[in-house]
């Protein structure tokens, strides 16, 4: 079974330009997370689906992030204008189940994005 | 709000030692939890989990966690740790009855095993 993909791997920019990363989930995985982890701290969640729904965004800074998953499949989360310290690494992960379900609610994680704004 | 608390930055050990990774918890309703793992310029990988019943809960690569309500700690174990333990290791909480749909994490413990 394929895990979760993420590209690109590695991305370095200047503060106000705007970048792009992209993931595709675990085939068949209806709910698919955003986190952002900086350095020191753990996994902060951005938003989360389910299929092409939002479930939660209460922490995605609106003003300059934006993500969508259409079809309900793959997903692409943007940043623009970034600033310095959006530097990060960005960790899409997948689950089988909408959270609320009694069965696994196990996350599965792509090797992330790891961002630099100079 | 939930909230979960790793208090060890670092957790240093012998190989072949038991090990204990500290996590401590807050939630008004009952917590799912989870423990995962990070290696170097790798994603989370999922450990384990308890969401009901025993409170002992065993995992994979022989780890295991206690669940404790009275102290609200899961605290992650392994009675002998081996180098390759070496990493990352997040606990994380749900409140499934008010936190809506949202995992939250603990700050990490990095393991150190040392040969």
């Known amino acids: 079974e394929a895990g979760v993909a993420q590209s690109p791997r590695y991305k370095i920019i200047e503060k106000r330009q705007s970048v792009a990363f992209w993931c595709n989930p675990i085939s068949g995985h209806a709910t698919l997370y955003w986190y952002q982890q900086i350095l020191g701290q753990g996994p902060k969640l951005l938003i989360q689906f389910q299929n092409n729904g939002v479930v939660d965004d209460s922490q995605l800074p609106k003003d300059r992030f934006s993500a969508e998953r259409l079809k309900g499949v793959d997903s692409t989360l943007k940043i623009q204008p970034a600033k310095l310290e959006d530097s990060a690494v960005y960790l899409c992960?997948?689950?089988?189940?909408?959270?609320?379900?009694?069965?696994?609610?196990?996350?599965?994680f792509g090797a992330g994005t790891r961002l630099s704004v100079l | 709000a939930q909230s979960v608390a790793q208090p060890e930055d670092q957790v240093n050990v012998a190989e072949g030692n038991p090990l204990t990774v500290k996590c401590t918890y807050s939630v008004s309703g009952n917590p799912y939890l989870f423990w995962y793992v990070q290696y170097p310029n790798r994603g989370l990988q999922f450990l384990l989990k308890?969401?009901?019943?025993?409170?002992l809960v065993k995992g994979s690569y022989g780890f295991e966690a206690e669940f404790n309500k009275s102290q609200t700690s899961f605290h992650l174990k392994k009675p002998s740790a081996l180098v390759s333990d070496s990493a990352l290791y997040f606990c994380a909480v749900r409140d499934i009855n008010t936190g809506g749909f949202k995992t939250i994490f603990g700050a990490g413990t990095r393991l150190f095993v040392k040969a």
């Open positions: 992960a997948s689950s089988l189940e909408f959270p609320s379900g009694i069965a696994k609610n196990i996350q599965y």
């Open positions: 308890y969401i009901t019943g025993d409170n």
